[in-house]
């Protein structure tokens, strides 16, 4: 379960803080029932680090939407790229649905809580059986084996038929 209220309800009631919301964007673009449009995915990355007052540099870690299709993992990859240019090279990525599946509705709320966990744990999780790189997608997908790594703030992407693209910035507080 995923509980969002305020940090100084979270306080008063001496809570456990996983994560905090630090900014999110979205876009619709429409372009196609199946086809991801990249400038959509980047149009909602972009609208996140505005409303979180952040920048690429400030994000440690990509819990991405990930399904393992070619042309999905191709396009995120490039609208990785074109949103955080070279600091895409340093930073990891990773997608949770090859253990957790799908989900479909859900698959946000499960990335969400992965990107909350990797906060808390200081640890990046890896892309669950991972078999080889495409070359088409040129990004560090976290292959097989998790990380120990400092991560002070996690976006994670959520794209969806049709293009609606949800992006969600979280932090540590």
């Given at each position: 379960?995923?509980?969002?209220?305020?940090?100084?309800?979270?306080?008063?009631?001496?809570a456990?803080?996983?994560?905090?919301?630090?900014?999110?964007?979205?876009?619709?673009d429409?372009?196609?029932?199946?086809?991801?449009?990249?400038?959509g995915?980047?149009?909602?990355m972009?609208?996140?680090?505005?409303?979180a007052?952040?920048?690429?540099?400030?994000?440690?870690y990509?819990?991405?939407?990930g399904t393992?299709?070619?042309?999905?993992d191709?396009s995120e990859?490039?609208?990785?790229?074109?949103a955080?240019?070279?600091?895409?090279?340093?930073?990891?990525?990773?997608?949770?649905?090859?253990?957790?599946?799908?989900s479909?509705?859900?698959?946000g709320?499960?990335?969400?809580?992965?990107c909350?966990?990797?906060?808390?744990?200081?640890?990046?999780?890896?892309?669950?059986?991972?078999?080889?790189?495409?070359?088409?997608?040129?990004?560090d997908?976290?292959?097989?084996?998790?990380?120990?790594?400092?991560?002070?703030?996690?976006?994670?992407?959520?794209?969806a038929?049709?293009g609606?693209?949800?992006?969600?910035?979280?932090?540590?507080?």
């Amino acid at each position: 379960m995923l509980v969002l209220e305020t940090r100084e309800n979270a306080l008063k009631r001496d809570a456990r803080i996983y994560a905090e919301v630090l900014g999110f964007g979205m876009s619709a673009d429409a372009a196609d029932i199946t086809a991801p449009n990249v400038a959509g995915a980047v149009r909602a990355m972009n609208a996140a680090f505005s409303d979180a007052k952040l920048n690429t540099e400030d994000i440690d870690y990509v819990n991405a939407h990930g399904t393992g299709t070619p042309l999905n993992d191709r396009s995120e990859s490039e609208a990785l790229r074109t949103a955080f240019a070279a600091k895409i090279d340093d930073l990891p990525v990773s997608s949770s649905k090859a253990v957790l599946g799908h989900s479909l509705g859900a698959a946000g709320a499960l990335e969400i809580a992965v990107c909350a966990l990797a906060l808390r744990n200081q640890t990046i999780p890896p892309t669950a059986n991972f078999d080889g790189y495409d070359p088409e997608c040129a990004i560090d997908c976290v292959p097989n084996i998790a990380r120990d790594a400092r991560i002070r703030n996690a976006m994670s992407n959520s794209f969806a038929f049709g293009g609606l693209n949800a992006v969600i910035i979280l932090g540590t507080g």
